[in-house]
């Protein structure tokens, strides 16, 4: 009997301590809760397409709103649920714990529904401005479309790690109910939301022309 009462203490310091060091997040995308990303305006985002959750500071927003270089946004970008330091997500509905968010089709074609469990304290301070960078492909950084979405609603936040029944939900509702803000990409007619389409940077789509101007020489060499 002592032995079980040991153990039990343990047991409910143990989830005590969990519950003390643990924010969360969740992130959908569907029709129930609001809008829907397309890839063009009529094609729902296909399974796969990663979702970005983070943040920018606010010094950076013009930048983001017209730059098509992806490492120089991804650098000014502070990631959540990407595994180390930025979180995990729970490996539940196709995610990995790894990240980032992906859409998995649930519950329907094009839909996501992830949770975020951010237990960093110091990462990255509570209550900063959240932001979806939504992109069109499963590698963002050749991703030819992407879309950088955020909302002045109080739950666009960045989670308190500290307390774990701090469940954001954000959808893509709260974009236009609750003061939404597009840096990318644009509102769709209806119930979605519809991504930008990115252009190389000169020196990208320079290297690519170079890539494909060598196998077209060795192709005819050969």
């Excluded at 959540?80 to 790894?98: A, F, H, K, V, Y």
């Excluded at 089709?105 to 975020?116: M, R, V």
């Excluded at 990462?123 to 900063?128: E, P, Q, R």
């Excluded at 597009?182 to 930008?196: E, I, P, Y």
Aim: with cysteine; hydrophobic share 40%; glycine share 12%.
């Amino acid at each position: 009997m002592k032995t079980f009462f040991v153990l039990l203490v343990l047991l409910c310091s143990l989830l005590v301590w969990h519950r003390a060091d643990a924010g969360n997040i969740i992130v959908t995308s569907n029709t129930t809760v609001g809008r829907i990303f397309q890839a063009d305006g009529s094609t729902r985002l296909p399974s796969g397409s990663v979702v970005r959750v983070g943040h920018f500071d606010d010094a950076d927003l013009a930048f983001i709103s017209t730059s098509n270089d992806f490492a120089a946004i991804d650098s000014l970008f502070t990631p959540l649920g990407e595994g180390g330091t930025s979180g995990t997500l729970l490996p539940e509905n196709g995610q990995s714990m790894n990240g980032p968010v992906i859409v998995n089709d649930d519950p329907a074609q094009g839909d996501f529904s992830a949770q975020i469990v951010q237990n960093n304290v110091g990462y990255l301070a509570s209550g900063l401005q959240a932001y979806w960078w939504v992109f069109n492909s499963a590698t963002p950084a050749t991703a030819t479309q992407w879309g950088i979405y955020a909302s002045s609603a109080i739950t666009w936040v960045t989670p308190d790690p500290t307390n774990s029944f701090q469940f954001l939900a954000q959808n893509p509702g709260d974009l236009t109910s609750l003061g939404g803000t597009v840096f990318r990409g644009s509102f769709g007619g209806g119930s979605d939301l519809v991504l930008a389409e990115i252009i190389p940077e000169p020196t990208r789509a320079m290297f690519l022309g170079i890539g494909f101007g060598y196998l077209a020489w060795r192709r005819r060499r050969s």
